[in-house]
């Protein structure tokens, strides 16, 4: 695996260069630094530390994309992330979906587990499990960090952590836009944005998106719902108020309505068209959420920064599914989960032009998760087990609350040399209560009323040099936590907890500018090792019953990412790339899909059907990720331009199971994208037609719980875009 790394690395240095030197450089034009400016790569700032700073020049294995990137890229939701930056992927399997970053994140769709990938929406971190179908609309940017996070943000995270900053208002004037699509499979979407001045202090930005979309599918098995059927609605007010240049006040408010209509899928093992199923059960998705945050900031006559992020959200999320995927059984899921979630955050803030820089923060959240009391078929999960039909209800509270403190100092040892130190103490309490199972043919109810709490300490120490106006290396180790907590009671395994993880990363960076700034490159690699790594066991009967539990050995993950931007005249170039590998601790478990015997998870034996799982690969974690753009402006008359714009990814097989069993349908094949995108642009009117997975690959999307969901086919279409 080391020289399969060293390859890639040297093969990708090799190609940003050589890319760079072939491309003719422009003649010099009258104004050298005009011509510069025009052909050079834009600056790249990120905001996601709690102050700005240049990307080139930060510590951090990132992403960042502003929301003319995403829109070009044809990136509308979490989903298509995966295909635009590295390391990523996402499985959407409708309710819910398990992002990952470097096969780290969430594999099962459970509240009792927390989620190793952090997502923030304008600050706040939003909710952990469920509601993650959001659009992406009137966005400013959004910042996908790699790797433990914890030393200068809100809540812990071992995977990496997603800023989503929805667009501000602002004093510029009356201003915003209109966009109007149609596309196949009748899919038509209106959305817009106004921002309008109030005052010389008082500011606001309106924005809304409505989308309607028929089902990729065709079932022909006697089912009910609309399978697939898209229909959204999202709006957002922000208000921006800043009564004196020390003090600002960003108030957002959102509400989202989305219904997807569930989201089919036939057995892992088909070998039939997954978009043709014979499902008949009952299909729906919908989900309500309704999200606030006020971020207020004040500065200090010393320059400090004084800033409070409040949030809190509501959720409400049904869904049903044909359990079995097909019409020879009446196996049927039910779910509705009610979620609340409060947080507060308050950060003291350093100025910037000092020697010494530094931030201290403290961060308070609580998350209740309700599962109602109600009939079936709501909240309920209907199976057929080999005796016969049985029903079985999970109701109960499972709150969680986190508390931390957290601070990060920076210090410039010289004009090129910087030592940066940060600390964060966390302390999490999982709760169960009045948690119980009923299975109403045996008369059996199982009760939990239970709580584990759980604290840590953990840190970053880095080193950065700046080796010139034009080359950044850094050096860092740090440490990561993700709280332990309690698996529901089961007619197997009657109640038990499960501990907390814990991760060390080491990582190596490098960040260059190149060719008068025409070429920016980011490259790293890391090695992360986690103690105690939290992992999904399922019930070998009931597919939906799952246990988390701990890998008692070492587990290793390992790689190296890369990333570059070009810009050469009117020809813009953007790559990025993963390798990497990921090895299990110590392990022993049976195969839920295998006869079920006793196994001890640190004993074994390693007899039969209880395995050693010791060197299997983690879960959606694929050696290999790649994704390239090209584009190029064409200046036509009238102050007209064309821009023609492919964009190729490609995600590598992975594992959807620790248990790394193709027989049995562990293997998720790699996918290979491609999306195309003509604008015509004159004045402000923007005409765009587009084409994505313009190949039209059928690729499996996601596995979950035996099911295979597709990922989606061809879509074309136009829109067009209207700026003021």
């Known amino acids: 695996m ?26 010099p034009s009258a104004d050298p630094s005009a011509a510069q400016q025009e052909t050079a790569v834009d600056d790249v700032v990120i905001t996601a530390e709690r102050r700005t ?40 399997f409708g309710q819910g979906n398990f992002f990952n970053v470097r096969g780290i994140g969430k594999s099962e769709p459970t509240t009792a587990i927390g989620v190793g990938v952090t997502t923030y929406r304008d600050g706040v971190p939003v909710f952990p499990g469920y509601f993650q179908t959001e659009p992406y609309y009137d966005i400013g940017s959004v910042e996908l960090l790699r790797g433990p996070q914890g030393t200068f943000a809100g809540t812990n995270a071992t995977g990496g952590a997603v800023f989503i900053n929805a667009r501000n208002p602002d004093f510029s004037g009356v201003n915003g836009y209109v966009m109007g699509q149609f596309g196949s499979y009748e899919n038509v979407k209106l959305q817009g944005a106004v921002n309008v001045p109030l005052g010389d202090t008082l500011a606001a930005r309106f924005a809304f998106n409505r989308e309607t979309r028929d089902s990729f599918h065709d079932i022909t098995g006697a089912y009910s719902g609309n399978p697939g059927d898209i229909d959204s609605s999202s709006v957002r007010a922000s ?13 957002k408010g959102d509400y989202n309505h989305l219904d997807f209509g569930g989201y089919p899928a036939d057995p892992a093992l088909s070998t039939n068209d997954p978009f043709e199923i014979t499902a008949n059960g009952p299909h729906s998705g919908e989900d309500e959420t309704a999200r606030v945050s006020l971020n207020v900031s004040y500065v200090l006559d010393n320059g400090i920064t004084l800033r409070s992020i409040t949030g809190y959200q509501d959720g409400i999320s049904e869904f049903s599914t044909d359990l079995d995927g097909t019409s020879a059984l009446n196996n049927t899921f039910y779910d509705r989960v ?31 998760v309700v599962f109602p009391v109600t009939t079936f078929p709501q909240g309920a999960y209907h199976v057929g087990f080999p005796e016969g039909v049985i029903d079985y209800y999970i109701f109960g509270e499972t709150p969680k609350e986190t508390q931390a403190v957290f601070g990060q100092i920076s ?27 009923t299975y109403p043919a045996f008369g059996l109810v199982l009760l939990q009323n239970d709580e584990v709490t759980a604290e840590k300490t953990t840190g970053k120490l880095s080193i950065n040099y700046k080796v010139d106006d034009n080359n950044f290396v850094y050096g860092f180790v740090a ?25 060390i990363d080491y990582e190596l960076g490098w960040k260059s500018t190149m060719f008068d700034g025409r070429v920016r490159t980011q490259l790293g690699a890391y090695y992360m090792t986690y103690e105690g790594f939290q992992v999904i066991v399922g019930d070998p009967t009931v597919p939906l019953f799952n246990s988390i ?7 290793v993950l390992k790689g190296i990412e890369g990333s570059a931007q070009m810009r050469f005249g009117q ?20 195969d839920p899909r295998l006869p079920r015997i006793p196994c001890d998870p640190e004993t074994g034996p390693a007899a039969g059907n209880c395995v050693n799982l010791e060197g299997h690969s983690q879960s959606y974690a694929p050696e290999l990720t790649f994704n390239a753009g090209l584009q190029h402006e064409f200046v036509l008359g009238g102050g007209a331009t064309l821009t023609p714009r492919i964009d190729y990814s490609h995600i590598g097989e992975a594992w959807t199971s620790i248990f790394n069993n193709e027989t049995l349908g562990d293997r998720l094949e790699a996918r290979n994208i491609v999306n195309l995108k003509l604008t015509y642009q004159v004045d402000d009117w923007t005409l765009s037609a587009y084409a994505l997975n313009a190949t039209d690959q059928t690729y499996i999307a996601a596995i979950n719980a035996g099911l295979r969901y597709a990922g989606p086919p061809r879509q074309i279409g136009l829109n067009l875009l209207r700026t003021f």
């Open 411 to 437: 210090y410039d040892v010289s004009d090129r040399l910087q030592v940066q130190l940060g600390a964060r103490w966390s302390e999490s309490t999982s709760t169960n209560d009045n948690v119980y199972t």
């Open 2 to 27: 080391g020289r399969k790394l060293w390859i890639t690395t040297s093969a990708a240095v090799l190609l940003w260069a050589g890319a760079a030197q072939a491309q003719q450089v422009p003649a």
């Open 53 to 92: 700073t240049n990307l080139q020049e930060t510590a951090v294995a990132a992403t960042v994309l502003s929301g003319e990137d995403l829109e070009d890229r044809g990136v509308t939701s979490l989903e298509q992330l995966q295909f635009v930056a590295p390391s990523t992927t996402v499985q959407n």
């Open 479 to 503: 440490t990561g936590f993700k709280m332990g907590g309690l698996n529901a009671p089961n007619f197997y395994v009657p109640a038990s907890s499960f501990g907390p993880e814990d991760v």
């Open 549 to 555: 539990v701990n890998v008692r050995g070492e587990t």
């Open 338 to 368: 009610e979620e609340e979630v409060w947080s507060q955050e308050f950060n003291i803030v350093s100025p910037d032009n000092q020697r010494l820089t530094w931030l201290l923060g403290a961060f308070w959240q609580y998350d209740d």
């Open 239 to 251: 208000f921006l108020w800043t009564p004196t240049p020390a003090l600002r006040v960003l108030l």
């Open 571 to 590: 020809w813009s170039v953007d790559v990025g790339a993963s390798l990497s590998s990921s090895e299990l601790g110590e392990f022993y478990a049976v």
